[in-house]
């Protein structure tokens, strides 16, 4: 089994920063692509950023220049970093990666944290 834990959520006023993390643990192998998703209260999840194995990352166009994602592979944890934050980034905010676990066969399988959730006040 995999479990996938975030931290770093919290309250935070407009213009403020936070930093999320989400610590992979288990039965790895190797980590693919890695994603940070969220969803606000009444809407949809979306996509906020990805990043792939060798470091590329994307990101949606609402956090474009304030949000950067990485990894740090020998840990298997990934980080959101989110400056100027705006009352419209208020959501909980879930990590998803791309898990090659180890069984008889190698399997990639997706996993998703439980998410932790980001207030930001205006």
């Known amino acids: 089994q995999v479990q996938l834990v975030e931290s770093g959520g919290g309250l935070v006023q407009a213009g403020g920063s936070l930093r999320l993390s989400c610590a992979a643990s288990?039965?790895?192998?190797?980590?693919?692509?890695m994603g940070w998703y969220r969803q606000a209260p009444g809407k949809q999840m979306e996509l906020v950023a990805k990043?792939?194995?060798?470091?590329?990352?994307d990101y949606a166009d609402s956090v474009k220049g304030r949000f950067t994602m990485s990894r740090d592979n020998a840990k298997n944890t990934m980080y959101l970093q989110m400056n100027s934050l705006k009352p419209e980034d208020t959501a909980v905010y879930y990590c998803?990666?791309?898990?090659?676990?180890?069984?008889?066969?190698?399997?990639?399988?997706?996993?998703w944290g439980k998410g932790t959730l980001v207030t930001v006040s205006s």
């Open positions: 990043i792939t194995t060798g470091g590329s990352t």
């Open positions: 998803n990666a791309d898990v090659v676990v180890v069984e008889t066969k190698p399997r990639l399988m997706d996993y």
């Open positions: 288990g039965s790895i192998d190797d980590i693919k692509a």
